[in-house]
Structure formats: C-alpha cells, structure tokens
C-alpha cells in the first residue's frame, strides 16, 4: 500500500533537527505558503481506491505532530476514482460520501526502536510557529518510524482521563429565568465526537418555546437538558467507528439527531425524523450551552477554515433556515424578494439572498432598531414596520409586486403581507413558527397562482452547502450577531434575546 508522507517541521530548531536526520530523496521541501497548493494537487491512493486530495487541513496537521511525536496522522478528502462530488450522508457514508484517505504524517526522527507516541495536547504556540512544511510520497513508511499505523477511532487530542469530571451547563426552567446545573462531560460512543464548544448562538425558539415557558410539543417539547440548538467547536475525542470527523476539526453542528433510516433521516433532513430515537441538541438531548458537547458524528458539518465558529453556530439552525428558504422557492438575481420579520432568521434570508444575487430585498419589521440593523449592514434596499400602507409601499417598490417572499415573522400579519405582496405567480416561503394565518385565499393565492412553502429548518447536505457558499460569496453570518457574551452570561444574554430588538445573540467560549 502506498502511502503520502508528509513531514512537518514547527520550529526553527525543530526543523533543523528534522533536515539532519530526514531521508533527502524522500522528501521536497515547500514553503508554508505553498504546502496546501501543493499537497491538494497530490494524486494519493489507498486500500478504498486513489483520486486527487482537494482539501487539506493545516489545523489537523499542525495540532497532532510535536517534537516528541515519532508519527502522526491526518486525513484528506479526495475526489473519487469514480468522479463524484463531496457530500455527507447520513445513512451510507460510504456510498455518497468521498472516500477518507490517511495520510500519514512523519516527524521522521529516526529514533530507532521508539514507537510512535501521540502527543495529547500540542505545546502551546506550535499552531502558530510552523514555518515550513515538507511532503514527499514513499512507497514505504521509514523504519524508523515504525510500521504505518491504522488511524484508531480512539484518537484523542485531549485523553478522556485528562478531562475534569463535571463541567457547567445552562438549563432553561421556563419564566425567563436561567438556571446552571454541573453535568458529567461525556465519553464519546460509537460513532460519536466529543467537541468542545466555542460558539453556541441562541436562536428565536429557544425563545419562544422554551425560555419564556415550555411551550413546545413532540419536536420541540424541551425535557430539561442544557439549552442551546446551535453549537460551533473543535472535535476532541472520538468514540469507536468514527470516519469522517477527525481530531482537531472544526465543525458545525447540525442541530437534530435522527434516527438515520427514515426517509426523512434518508434524505438529510433529520429535522423530520419520524424515528423515536430523534433528538435535537438542547431540546431532547444535551447542548451547547456548556464547554462540551456530545455529538453525532454524522452531525458534524465540517467548518471551513475562512469561517469563525461563531458563523458556525449561527448556520446551525438559523442560517440554514435561512438558506433552506430561498433554495426551496427559487430565489436568484432574477427576483425581488420581501421578507417579512427581520430577526435573525429574516436579516439571514437578506444576506444569503445578496449571496443569490438579488439586487432588490425589501423588509419589513415593527422594531426601527431591526431595520436599522438591515438598512446599516446592506441586506435591504427599503424597509417598512409593517403598519398600514406597507403593502402599498411594498408594491410601489418592486413595480407591482415581488416575485418571491419569505415569512420569517411568525405572525398572522407577515404571513398575509408576504403572500398579498406577491405578484402573479409568485413563490413564497414560511419559516417563521407559530401564529395562525389569515388571508382572503381567492385573491391572493389562488387567482394570483401563487405557490407557498412551508419549510422547515435545512438539510445536512445544504448546511455544508451553505458554510462553503458562504466563503465564496464572502459573507458571514457572524455580521448578523450583535451581541456575543461568555457562558457565564448566559442569564444576561437570554433576556437581550428576549427584548426582540437585537440581531442575534450568542455565548462565545474560549
Ligand atoms: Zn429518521
Ligand atoms: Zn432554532
């Protein structure tokens, strides 16, 4: 089996060490600055079949090796043999998703007879002090780095005995109170990952479903475990049979844990598991309001490099709301778009809406410092509270109507502002939860031949989309978040949420 080895150097010192005891017809130095470049041309192969490696992570790379590592490993993800696109399935990895291959990583030290150790946490500063990176491709793995090594499942950049037991996690008791409670931080299980937090946004139904009182039912029934659907972090530790997630990556967490073979699960969209396993973080299961999470393996959105956890967090649920609205109705430069509500999940259809190209997003809100907030990021051309003559207004704007729509307000009123101000044939989509609708159907939906979605939360597949759509366009959730506070501010930064005038809120972690 032939293998791509690559040999990474931290430190000045370290490097120099390196270069007197590495194999120099196996190995090409390349700067920092060109390593990725480099290494995402490789053609690789390995026991699952061959491609060429399209993405790299310097953050793996850089935060397993160490001076007193003898090997270490990080994956790659290739393009098939077969052609295919990157995705994530969550019933048959293997079958839609791109093959993992290992590559090997050799701090070659020549330590005859050492075997290769794992160092638990990188020396603080060696993420940031890597100055060169060398690569080369053998057939064989040195000797003295001992044979090549299966990447084991158990692979842990903090040891579960290194962890503390309990840690600190917000739980919501309903009456807009706040409470802490100490929880055991978990051990990762089959197929499982543990992440540390560092982002855990709070979105508008922790609000009104939980926070306020528990309002919720079925799906969104809240059964006392710490609070917070929309987590961003670091895997850690991971539990047997992991294959996708490796130790050190970023990820996003997709909020919902389904039972995986449901037709639902089958398509991604675990929001409408039908299994009785199915549990959303923060409502049926453990959150991220606590500096650990438990999470699903196949729930775990890898998070581009160019993105903050905070954008992470905020394309949980919200953003991916967001997103899943505008895919499911068409939404492109063709179009002006009304949203009504501009909360987080509306200023969120605004920005992705801009990503789509369109040049003509009308809004409106009752609150002006939600307006002010569109108006002063660039999300909106013109925006209203919603009052009388809004929907007048509305159509003076666009030239007799809106081609497409979406409801992010949850109230009967926006509901029938975003259908009346449709022109014929035109698309509108629900997210906002809760309410009832009133509206004359003949005149506005059906003598118009309008169509209207109802769309709830996102897929896993278009949440990936999303994180990678986000870095092309070159805009970032994080710009919707007006106010970012610690954990322990938890109780302060619910009742921000709570005022309804803010963009969105969320507990940042270190
Ligand atoms: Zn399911
Ligand atoms: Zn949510």
Not at 348 to 356: D, I, K, N, Q, T
Request: neutral net charge; hydrophobic residues 40%; charged residues 20%.
């Amino acid at each position: 089996m032939s293998i791509v080895e690559i040999i990474l150097a931290c430190s000045a010192g370290f490097l120099k060490a390196l270069q007197l005891t590495m194999c120099p017809r196996r190995t090409r130095e390349v700067s920092a600055a060109s390593a990725a470049s480099d290494v995402n041309d490789s053609n690789v192969s390995s026991s699952v079949g061959s491609g060429v490696v399209w993405k790299w992570s310097n953050s793996q790379i850089d935060s397993n090796p160490s001076a007193s590592a003898a090997c270490a490993t990080s994956t790659v993800r290739c393009h098939a043999a077969s052609g295919s696109i990157p995705a994530y399935s969550p019933v048959q990895p293997w079958g839609t998703m791109i093959p993992t291959f290992t590559m090997h990583l050799f701090l070659c030290r020549h330590r005859r007879n050492a075997a290769p150790r794992w160092k638990r946490t990188p020396p603080q500063g060696l993420l940031h002090v890597a100055c060169k990176v060398s690569w080369s491709c053998a057939r064989e793995a040195p000797a003295s780095c001992g044979s090549v090594r299966a990447v084991s499942s158990r692979d842990a950049l903090l040891d579960p005995a290194d962890l503390p037991g309990t840690m600190r996690g917000v739980v919501l008791p309903g009456g807009r109170t706040v409470e802490w409670r100490d929880v055991p931080i978990p051990r990762p299980g089959p197929r499982q990952v543990l992440v540390r937090v560092r982002a855990s946004s709070i979105c508008g139904s922790d609000i009104r479903a939980i926070y306020r009182e528990h309002l919720g039912r079925g799906a969104e029934a809240y059964q006392d475990v710490i609070a917070g659907h929309e987590p961003a972090g670091e895997a850690v530790a991971l539990g047997e049979g992991c294959r996708r997630v490796r130790v050190g990556d970023r990820v996003a967490i997709y909020h919902i844990a389904g039972c995986g073979m449901c037709d639902e699960c089958r398509r991604g969209y675990m929001i409408g598991c039908h299994g009785e396993s199915r549990a959303a973080y923060g409502w049926q299961r453990d959150g991220g309001h606590a500096p650990y999470l438990l999470a699903e393996e196949v729930t775990c959105i890898p998070l581009p490099d160019e993105l903050s956890f905070v954008d992470g967090a905020s394309a949980a649920c919200s953003g991916g709301t967001a997103y899943e609205a505008v895919l499911r109705i068409g939404v492109s430069g063709r179009d002006a778009l009304l949203v009504t509500g501009l909360g987080p999940v509306g200023l969120a259809v605004a920005l992705v809406a801009r990503g789509l190209g369109v040049r003509r997003v009308l809004a409106s809100d009752p609150s002006p410092e939600r307006r002010q907030l569109a108006a002063s990021l660039g999300l909106v051309d013109a925006s209203w509270d919603g009052s009388e003559g809004t929907l007048d207004a509305v159509l003076e704007a666009s030239g007799g109507g809106v081609e497409a729509s979406v409801d992010a307000s949850g109230a009967a009123a926006g509901r029938r502002l975003a259908v009346a101000a449709l022109r014929d044939w035109g698309r509108c989509a629900w997210v906002g939860e809760g309410g009832t609708v009133e509206l004359p159907v003949s005149p506005l939906v059906i003598h118009k031949q309008v169509a209207i979605h109802g769309s709830w939360v996102t897929s896993l597949e278009h949440m990936a989309e999303l994180l990678d759509r986000l870095v092309r366009w070159d805009l970032r959730l994080e710009s919707l978040v007006t106010d970012r506070l610690p954990l322990d501010a938890a109780g302060e930064a619910y009742a921000i949420a709570d005022r309804g005038a803010a963009g969105k809120v969320c507990l940042v972690l270190d």
